[in-house]
Each structure stands twice: as structure tokens, then as C-alpha cells.
């Protein structure tokens, strides 16, 4: 999906919210998030295989569409933070159903494989 879906009033609701969420590492970071600031060293020491380029797009792409909010701090050396904003505190509570659908699905698949 592309990047302009997230801001095409044509679309359904939910595509508009998956456009969002759209790429490998945004649900991660918004559950990462959720449990308060995070400095990005610690994200790409907690995401192995996630690089420095990669998360500084995908955050930026995140703080343009209000989810995260960026702090930096006037001080040396500069620190920055990351954290949720209310609009991605909402977002990763509607997602909340959606991920209790995930984990149900996960552990049907783990039963089916026990049972072939």
C-alpha cells in the first residue's frame, strides 16, 4: 500500500487505518511506545535488524500522521525522545482487538500443527 492511500479521502475507514500502520515495523514501535519514551538507540538495540535509516523514516513517517510525538532535549549531548501522542494512544487501542484475533489465530495454527 501506498504512502498517499494513508490521506485519500476515497477509501474505506479501514484501509485508511491499515495505510498507517502499513510496513514491517510500525505495529512494533507503536507496542513499544505504548509503555512510555523511548530513545531511538534503545528502539534499535530492542529491534535487531532494524536500521538507524529505517526507523528514523518510519518514525517520521509516524510523527507526520500524529501518532508519535518527538521531544528533544537542549542539552549535550542532545537527547531525543519518542513517545505516543494521544491520537496513537487511540490508535493502538483499536488495535487491541485486533491482536487478541492475531494471538487466537497463532495458537489455532499451533494446535493444528500438533495434531498433523
Known amino acids: 500500500m ?3 492511500r494513508a490521506q485519500d479521502m476515497n477509501v474505506c475507514g479501514v484501509t485508511a487505518a491499515i495505510a ?3 510496513g514491517k515495523w510500525k505495529t512494533t514501535l507503536l507496542w513499544l511506545l505504548e509503555s512510555g519514551p523511548w530513545r531511538p ?4 538495540r530492542r529491534l535487531p535488524g532494524l ?6 523514516q518510519t518514525l517520521r513517517e509516524m510523527e507526520g ?11 549535550r549531548p542532545l537527547r531525543t525522545e519518542y ?4 491520537f496513537g494512544r487511540d490508535l493502538a487501542k483499536a488495535l487491541e482487538p485486533l491482536a487478541d484475533w492475531g494471538h ?3 495458537e489455532r495454527l499451533a494446535a493444528a500443527r500438533q495434531v498433523s
Open 104 to 106: 487466537r489465530r497463532l
Open 2 to 4: 501506498t504512502r498517499s
Open 65 to 75: 500522521d500524529g501518532l508519535v510525538h518527538r521531544q528533544v532535549y537542549d542539552e
Open 41 to 44: 538507540g534503545e528502539l534499535l
Open 51 to 56: 536500521s538507524e535509516k529505517v526507523l528514523t
Open 20 to 22: 498507517v500502520i502499513d
Open 83 to 86: 513517545s505516543l501522542t494521544p
